[in-house]
């Protein structure tokens, strides 16, 4: 993906059934709807906010050795009832 910033800007631009619309600021033609809960308590419509994005490699590899872990537990089980 070429073109990824993990910092960007956005324009809460409405607020609908509990979720914010957000508008990506460069051209404000890229949306994503987040539940409003997500959100600093004092939002409101017209905010610039300020979003980061970032890979959090460690948990993702905690997570990868926790679900092996478990295909395996289940795979032994398994092999056990035969």
Known sequence: MENFRENFKVTLDRIE?????LLVRDDESVKINIPLFLLPAESKEGDILDIT???DVQETEDA?????GLLEKLKNKNQGTK
């Open 64 to 68: 990868k050795e926790r679900v092996s």
């Open 53 to 55: 994005i970032t890979r």
């Open 17 to 21: 059934e509990g979720n914010a619309v």
